[in-house]
């Protein structure tokens, strides 16, 4: 399986051959391409021509964040694996406002249960959740009223808002308090958490869609417009509560991060740099950990069910098997 790189210190990134090295005041670190799927550079990488055309060449997404963690955008090498057919799929899908419909709900019922699949998991180990979970399960009856996709939305915002009060509980630490979502800045620690991982599934997810036939551009249940890619933020939807939302919970319950691992700035409050690397490393190992998947009936990484999910959105779009999201089973 192929890794991820996280670059956290400053340095400039060079081609020697056919391979890649990282140089900063540290030294040199060599960097096997074979083994790399999609470079992350949280520091300030400096970086040329030449090494932009071998990671063209090498099929490697290199994604740019800021000083804050924020996204920045993507160095996104020429398709490999787009399809004619396909685009022209997700365009008569989109185009088509029932196909449409039909399909973006399935990412809200995909976010709904496995929301519901977290709150479960945290209500069997003691927590006062019950009230949360009826409120969620009120608000999911109305999924397939909807008729737009603006409606899908905000049924979907307003469940999260319900489910977001529950971190409270599940947390229940005095210096992680969810209090309301806030973005852009977020305007407290929970939020940060949450902005963050959010911004890292949106990226893991844009560079498994290049790893398939689909294009990122065309989204179903957030809206194609202007914004560079969207089918990256339907398909996230499924997998917060699964992959973001666990990471947070593991590293406030076992005190990994702390008081300490955030700053103010941008006139919010942002993980600070060893925050992040502690983040991205709970964050990467949980795309990492295997399951036994029922349906498969063998093991597979979070990562790679991202991959599958997509897999899956390509059958339905072509016709051939009706997309269902994946759900937790415990």
Not at 33 to 46: K, L, M, S
Not at 181 to 199: E, M, T, W
Not at 229 to 234: K, P, S
Not at 291 to 320: P, Q, S, W
Request: proline fraction near 2%; charge should be positive; charged fraction near 30%.
């Amino acid at each position: 399986m192929k890794r991820t790189l996280y670059i956290f210190s400053n340095g400039e990134l060079k081609r020697k051959g056919n391979t890649i090295y990282f140089e900063s005041n540290e030294g040199k670190k060599y960097i096997p391409v074979e083994n790399i799927q999609e470079i992350f550079a949280f520091g300030e990488v400096t970086m040329n021509k030449k090494l932009f055309e071998f990671l063209c060449e090498s099929e490697i997404i290199l994604h740019f964040f800021n000083y804050y963690g924020y996204y920045v955008g993507s160095y996104y090498p020429r398709e490999h694996l787009n399809s004619g057919f396909m685009i022209l799929k997700q365009a008569e899908h989109y185009l088509d406002e029932s196909k449409r419909v039909s399909l973006a709900k399935k990412f809200v019922i995909g976010a709904v249960e496995n929301i519901n699949r977290v709150l479960a998991y945290y209500k069997n180990r003691g927590k006062d959740l019950n009230e949360v979970i009826e409120k969620i399960d009120s608000l999911s009856q109305h999924i397939n009223r909807c008729t737009t996709t603006e409606e899908l939305m905000a049924i979907e915002g307003n469940i999260r808002e319900k489910y977001y009060k529950a971190f409270d509980k599940i947390l229940d630490n005095e210096h992680f308090v969810f209090q309301a979502r806030s973005k852009r800045p977020p305007l407290n620690r929970i939020n940060a958490l949450i902005s963050f991982g959010n911004s890292l599934l949106y990226t893991v997810c844009l560079s498994e869609i290049y790893n398939t036939h689909l294009d990122p551009r065309i989204g179903f249940l957030h809206t194609t417009n202007f914004r560079r890619f969207t089918l990256n933020l339907d398909v996230s939807e499924v997998f917060k509560p699964i992959i973001v939302d666990r990471v947070i919970f593991n590293l406030v319950n076992k005190s990994m991060i702390k008081p300490q691992h955030f700053e103010s700035k941008l006139q919010g409050i942002v993980l600070n740099e060893k925050g992040r690397e502690i983040f991205i490393r709970e964050f990467d190992e949980r795309l990492r950990t295997s399951f036994h998947h029922r349906g498969l009936k063998r093991n597979v990484t979070y990562k790679t069910l991202i991959r599958l999910e997509l897999y899956k959105i390509e059958k339905h779009l072509m016709g051939d098997e009706e997309y269902k999201p994946f759900i937790s089973s415990w």
